[in-house]
């Protein structure tokens, strides 16, 4: 089964509206307790999310993940090599 189908029966559509809701709420708090920010601050040109881009959001998240831990794992393997030529030596 790929990823997102077994994601997609944990996280329905009435799920991703209430995330969409919950994001846009806490943005309108956060702007309306925030009396400093900078005038050229990204914040200050927020809109309102909807669910596909929460979902893309989710799946670039999802695929930065993947390469980060391919990418950890590759130095670690490189670092244990490295490790094991010390000690041999």
């Not at 990823?3 to 009435?14: G, N, R, T, V």
């Not at 309108?28 to 979902?55: C, G, V, Y």
Request: aromatic letters at 12%; glycine letters at 2%.
């Amino acid at each position: 089964m790929h990823f997102l189908e077994c994601f997609q029966k944990f996280i329905d559509e009435d799920m991703w509206q209430l995330f969409v809701e919950q994001t846009n709420i806490y943005a309108i708090q956060f702007l309306a307790a925030t009396h400093n920010l900078k005038l050229r601050s990204q914040a200050r040109s927020w809109m309102d999310t909807n669910p596909t881009e929460m979902k893309t959001l989710t799946g670039l998240l999802r695929d930065i993940k993947q390469e980060a831990y391919k990418e950890m794992c590759s130095l670690l393997g490189q670092w244990k090599e490295e490790i094991v030529n010390i000690l041999v030596s």
